[in-house]
């Protein structure tokens, strides 16, 4: 598979904006997290897999959605991007009432 064409200057800040601002308002899946923070970087698969010290396998199968990645997989790829795993709420489309005493 050719190498992607890595994006312009402009064109990463864009991608970058776009990712943090959908990460802040927890509107991103794993699988779509990967796959933004593959291509803010210009990297296919193989590539970024070896840049991030795990298999390309791992990567396949995050974007996928079919993976089961290691709390330390996921935290060795964000890293890069700043992030790392957490406990973060779970967005419900009805308010939840706060649990009774």
């Given at each position: 598979?050719p190498?992607?064409?890595?994006?312009?200057?402009?064109?990463?800040?864009?991608?970058?904006?776009?990712?943090?601002?959908?990460?802040?308002?927890?509107?991103?899946?794993?699988?779509?997290?990967?796959?933004?923070?593959?291509?803010?970087?210009g990297?296919?698969?193989?590539?970024?897999?070896?840049?991030?010290?795990?298999?390309?396998?791992?990567?396949?199968?995050?974007?996928?959605?079919?993976?089961?990645?290691?709390?330390?997989?996921?935290?060795?790829?964000?890293?890069l991007?700043?992030?790392?795993?957490?406990?973060?709420?779970?967005?419900?489309?009805?308010?939840?009432?706060?649990?009774?005493?």
């Open positions: 598979m190498r992607r064409i890595r994006p312009t200057r402009e064109e990463q800040n864009a991608l970058r904006r776009t990712f943090y601002d959908r990460i802040n308002q927890g509107d991103m899946s794993i699988p779509e997290a990967m796959k933004a923070m593959r291509q803010m970087t990297l296919t698969q193989a590539e970024f897999a070896a840049h991030r010290g795990v298999s390309r396998r791992v990567i396949q199968d995050i974007e996928r959605g079919t993976g089961n990645p290691t709390v330390e997989s996921l935290n060795s790829i964000a890293k991007f700043g992030l790392k795993v957490g406990f973060v709420p779970i967005r419900r489309s009805e308010p939840s009432s706060p649990p009774s005493s």
